[in-house]
């Protein structure tokens, strides 16, 4: 496949409706039973914004916010961001809150660890920035937030909100900004097509989630 075709595939998994979330003083005062019921945790909110700026250019703008809810290694996918030459991150930010909704920590990315591809025989350009949470009494809301900006990079993100069958969903947006003009081509896994705004050489494409309780398995 050419480098030009992966440019312009956007990988989607899972979609439904989108909805609007308002903290409340009890972090699990409005959560459904469903959604708690042997999750680890919930993913109370996410919005994934993706800008398209030209073929070579891109911007991505993630916040999301989890319930946590039991001590567990699967804490939220470990808050990690991969990074390469292509793909500068900034504004790390990890926001913690007790069960009352009272922000008892703070973080930014000084407080990120960072791991090397180059220890697989991967440029050193390549890695992984993460953040560990501390050893917190659950529950507690974790708000998680990140910017990347993209130069000639061969390949566009893949969403992938409900990735583990520990994880519920409470909602999740994906916003897809096209500003080249061109018709963005994407593949759908068990998903329908999204609301699409068009004006002038700008396309937005929105997709959402809500109410995904988590994969059990057999």
Known sequence: MSRN??????????????????????????????????SHYILLNEDYIFTIESVSKTFTEVTKNYIVLTKTKYIPEYLNVMYDKFNKISKLKVRIYDKNNKQIKKYSGKDFSKFSMSYFGVSADQGMKYFNIPDIDPPFRVEFSYKVKSINSLFYPIWSPLSNQFKSILNANLTVIDETGDNLRYKLYNIGEPIIIKENDKTTYKWSIINRKHVEFE
């Open 5 to 38: 075709l992966l440019k312009h595939f956007f990988f989607l998994i899972f979609i439904i409706l989108p909805s609007s979330i308002i903290f409340s003083q009890d972090i699990l005062e409005n959560i459904p039973d469903s959604l708690k019921n042997k």
